[in-house]
């Protein structure tokens, strides 16, 4: 089990990797400020660069407690790849699944998630789930692996 010393250090050597080309949040009245990951990281920015991507203060809901900008600092259980979701099904319910994970990510993010390049987040999880039980696969959803980490 990790220390906190241990955890403390990895989540600065994330956020300062982060920090450059993350959009992060500078807005200092915001009250969830403290769980969110964009002011976090914003805390890493490089005081030397002129400008980096952040927020716009003025933009509607930013700093309130409704931020649609609010990305939770919270680690979660991230999957990686599902190279083996559809060789249990009949073709006649994997092709619809395919198709409507291709609307629901796109087909490049979809194809860089089934192959493990980019982590499938909690939410993306349960829209897949939520997908192929609207085209009747009930079996499970097995992924190739699984890592804690935040969901950026």
Not at 41 to 68: E, H, K, W
Not at 122 to 137: F, L, N, T, Y
Request: charged share 30%.
């Amino acid at each position: 089990m990790k220390d906190i010393k241990n955890i403390a250090s990895e989540q600065e050597e994330a956020f300062r990797a982060k920090a450059d080309h993350y959009i992060v949040c500078f807005v200092e009245h915001c009250p969830l400020r403290e769980q969110c990951l964009r002011w976090l990281v914003g805390r890493y920015a490089d005081p030397l660069l002129y400008a980096v991507m952040s927020i716009n203060p003025f933009y509607q809901g930013v700093g309130t407690q409704q931020c649609s900008r609010f990305r939770d600092s919270r680690r979660v259980m991230l999957k990686y790849g599902f190279t083996h979701l559809y060789e249990d099904m009949p073709s006649r319910i994997e092709k619809p699944i395919r198709q409507r994970l291709y609307v629901c990510f796109g087909r490049k993010r979809y194809f860089e998630m089934r192959k493990g390049e980019r982590p499938v987040t909690p939410d993306q999880q349960k829209q897949i789930i939520e997908v192929c039980r609207q085209c009747g696969w009930q079996g499970p959803i097995v992924y190739d692996g699984e890592q804690e980490g935040w969901a950026w």
